[in-house]
């Protein structure tokens, strides 16, 4: 009773607090490597400055300063600068997005 026919209900909600059910970084680890594939790096710390970086610059999206897809070239070379790596163009940006 109570429920329209055709809509479904929520049966369960699932918080997984130590990434055992999704690991976030997985991707970012599989696009990295197929765009950096010399990057020598630790790609737990450079995940963890993306992160940062990504939280930084959303707030750029957040006023109108930049869209998403500028957004997220600044976020990947933002954070391979900062990691000594070497100049990223907006190609591998973009290839990186989409193979993230």
């Known amino acids: 009773r109570g429920v329209r026919k055709g809509l479904n209900m929520v049966k369960a909600v699932v918080f997984d607090m130590d990434d055992t059910?999704?690991?976030?970084?997985?991707?970012?680890?599989?696009?990295?490597?197929?765009?950096?594939?010399?990057?020598?790096?630790?790609?737990?710390?450079?995940?963890r400055l993306f992160r940062r970086v990504s939280d930084k610059e959303f707030k750029r999206v957040l006023r109108g300063e930049c869209d998403t897809l500028?957004?997220?070239?600044?976020?990947?070379?933002?954070?391979?600068?900062?990691?000594?790596?070497?100049?990223?163009?907006?190609?591998?940006?973009?290839?990186?997005q989409s193979s993230y």
């Not at 970084?25 to 950096?36: G, V, Y």
């Not at 990947?76 to 990223?88: D, H, I, P, R, S």
């Open 21 to 47: 059910i999704f690991y976030p970084q997985l991707p970012f680890e599989r696009a990295l490597k197929a765009i950096c594939p010399l990057y020598a790096g630790d790609v737990a710390e450079t995940y």
């Open 70 to 96: 500028t957004f997220q070239k600044i976020r990947f070379k933002k954070t391979m600068a900062q990691c000594a790596y070497e100049a990223v163009t907006d190609e591998q940006a973009d290839d990186f």
